[in-house]
């Protein structure tokens, strides 16, 4: 459970130089006073501590599973998520592993009203969210998960559930401290087959415990894998503007940057259903919304999201935007370490920290990554600097230029693409070359275009 803790929120130089040309502090700090005057200026975890009992459970969270206060999660107190992950193998003859991420929430905290009315005024609409119903329902259901206190100490037991073979039953957690649980265990024996998915949900034999449902998809150790950014690279999320992270996250619903679906959806046919990692610098606030985005337009893999529960509201935009680096390196590596014979294709975008460390988890693990492709973000502010050519040239300094490309839209990577994956995947470039074409490609430009608009 290390990797859930210290979290370090260090600021890398381009990240200092982008937060104060967009007054990120100045954001951050308003942000917390409409907040603290709404009632709710900090979320999960400093709200479990005005929770009675809260306090002295939060305090043996450290504990762990010597905690003396651990008790299962229940229906009428509790909401838990089980996040999405991949089962992976050590050797074709072992059994197949997956870590467990759960979240584990706590009801009864905060106006979900009132702090809607000050993230709205934050953004600078009306203040009034219930002048539009619509929005307000937006509004609330992101902001939900930020109001409900977390709940350390708790356990949920489930049944996995592998396709034809036996059902086993465990136990997830004990939360810690910032209501979080992570821990590896056997999902499956070695007879399941690459590609499965297996359903893991609370088990219904046990009284009074809330639902919750995940899926393990099985991954064999050879093969493709993708991992992806999510905020500005397949999602808009404005991550350069404090504002834009807040406007894009709590009130407007999720939009998809252009032709990024169509391009992920000839991936996953042409690589013959790689794994799927999908990498955020986001709070786990955010899984349900993020999950819901992906689930909608790209193809379903593992969410990868920070543990920032301790954080102020104002920390989501800091979650953003320092010490991204080495966060998403950190994760990387344990990707790396889960699926060390994979080949692997980086997706990520020049607003925060993707080129850097991209470059570097190549270096570190030769032969692994075999291709970088990185986004040119246009449709953000506070851009010119992170765009620049010198940038990308410095980050990827030493490695071949056959591995990495700077795209604006993914036809642009049509030829690169065919060229790395290889002659038994040559309908990639038939493929993205017969989507991305003539009148269709500026059919849809413009439609996207009409959207952001």
Known sequence: ?????????????????????????????MLFEKL???????????????????????????????????????????????????????????????????????????????????????????????????????IEERLKPFIDAIAPARTLPVVIQPQGGETTRQILGPSNTNGISSQILEVADSSQQDGATIRVESDTGVRHLPKATGATRLVSPEGWAVISDIDDTIKITQTPDPVGILRTTFTEPAQFTSHMPAFYKILDEQLQKPAWFYLSASPYNLYPFLHQFISDYFPPGTIILRDASWQTLGGLLSSL??????????????????????????????????????????????????????????????????????????????????????????DELKDHVATVVGEQHQGVLSTLSSFFCGEQREHQQLEQDKVKH
């Open 1 to 29: 459970m290390d990797f859930l803790r210290g979290q370090k929120m260090e600021e890398d130089p381009l990240e200092a130089q982008g937060r104060e040309k967009a007054n990120f502090a100045r954001v951050e700090t």
């Open 321 to 410: 935007t320092q010490g991204v680096k080495e966060y998403k390196s950190s994760r990387i590596d344990k990707i790396h370490g889960w699926l060390p014979d994979r080949k692997v294709i980086c997706v990520g975008d020049s607003t925060q920290m993707d080129p850097e460390t991209y470059a570097a988890t190549y270096r570190k693990h030769p032969g692994w990554i075999k291709a970088i492709y990185i986004r040119k973000v246009l449709d953000a502010p506070f851009m010119e600097e992170k765009n620049q050519p010198e940038r990308f040239e410095k980050a990827f300094e030493g490695i071949p230029q056959q591995v990495w490309k700077v795209f604006v839209l993914p």
């Open 36 to 138: 603290t005057k709404a009632g709710v200026s900090s979320i999960s975890s400093t709200a479990a501590l005005k929770l009675p009992g809260a306090a002295i459970e939060g305090l043996f969270g450290w504990l762990g599973i010597k905690n003396p206060l651990i008790r299962n999660a229940r229906a009428d107190r509790n909401e838990v998520w089980i996040l999405d992950n991949t089962a992976f193998k050590t050797s074709n003859s072992a059994a197949w592993e997956a870590e467990f991420v759960t979240a584990f929430f706590q009801h009864g905290r905060g106006d979900l009203t009132m702090a809607a009315a000050a993230i709205v005024d934050a953004v600078g609409l009306d203040g009034n969210p219930g002048a539009d119903k619509d929005k307000k329902a937006i």
